[in-house]
């Protein structure tokens, strides 16, 4: 029955590392149309839908932890269901979703500079060396391997969006541990949805207003904001969640590196984009100081906990 029940985690760990390759295939189809602040608030709306017969079979009342810690719930709503979405999306406006995949593989190391600057969580000499390398990977994607665009700085923009989003999901994920609070979706993760909600409602009431035909998208761009809002907003949740209770949260956390895999193979199966050597140059040096940056320590850190 354990055995069973350790493949059934596995096999959901891998569904959410599928839905969220996906995410980036969709997210890229959709803001063809959609404006990424108004994908970005269907993905919030969509899932707080989805997390609210969980709140009604609770039967409580989940705005009263709103109301105990309003000023920090609205940071981490701020940070983590709009900055960090919208972020993702703005990038998704480029073609290049291979270097944007290689991109996410950089939330654990940015969680743990988090951690040691806003926990005070020492760094051992082989994570420094880890971060080094990692970041020196990231250049490589930043500048698309090309010495001239460095010596020019003519950034990759798209890689960098995507570095900026997971900045954002880092300290996320650094200030709830910071914070102690512990978000389950029939308490303060419906909530953080909701404040995301009203947030960006002024924003896409005046972008669809400057609309000649607001909400009017094709039917392929309406399947995309639904995978996006269930599969990320609800799905990917609750997959993510059962997976790291039964074999834990350093073990969950290995599955993310196959995001970067899956999208490539999706964008060289599905878009025929051609790889280029930086990026498998490059994608081996992140990848690689990121183990040695999070793996390579005796005491567990905020990297070790999956992102939400």
């Known amino acids: 029955m354990k055995m069973n029940k350790t493949a059934l985690a596995y096999g959901a760990l891998l569904l959410a590392m599928l839905i969220s390759a996906g995410n980036f295939m969709f997210g890229n189809l959709a803001v063809n149309e959609v404006h990424p602040v108004v994908l970005t608030f269907w993905r919030c709306l969509i899932a707080a839908i989805f997390v609210l017969p969980l ?97 020019n700085f003519n950034p990759h923009l798209a890689f960098l969006l995507m570095i900026a989003s997971n900045a954002c999901r880092g300290l996320y994920l650094v200030l709830l541990k910071k914070w102690h609070i512990h978000l389950k979706p029939d308490e303060g993760l419906f909530v953080i949805f909701v404040v995301g909600i009203v947030v960006l409602l002024p924003f896409v009431v005046i972008h669809e207003a400057g609309t000649f035909r607001p909400l009017d998208y094709s039917w392929q761009v309406w399947g995309s904001i639904l995978f996006v809002g269930v599969g990320m907003g609800a799905i990917y949740l609750h997959l993510l969640n059962f997976g790291t209770n039964e074999v834990g949260a350093s073990t969950a956390s290995l599955f993310a590196y196959l995001v970067p895999i899956l999208v490539t193979v999706e964008a060289v199966a599905l878009k025929g984009v051609d790889l280029q050597i930086y990026q498998g140059f490059g994608g081996v040096l992140i990848v690689s100081g990121v183990l040695i940056a999070t793996r390579l320590h005796h005491r567990p850190t905020a990297a070790d906990h999956p992102p939400h």
């Open 55 to 151: 709140v009604l079979k609770g039967r409580s009342n989940p705005f009263q932890h709103f109301q105990g810690s309003w000023l920090r719930t609205t940071i981490l709503a701020c940070i983590g269901v709009v900055a960090t979405p919208w972020f993702v999306y703005t990038a998704l406006q480029s073609n290049d979703l291979i270097d944007l995949g290689a991109g996410y593989t950089s939330v654990p190391l940015l969680t743990i500079l988090f951690s040691a600057l806003l926990l005070n969580e020492r760094l051992r000499a082989v994570q420094y060396l880890g971060v080094a390398i990692a970041l020196f990977g990231a250049l490589v994607f930043a500048f698309r391997g090309d010495l001239e665009n460095l010596i």
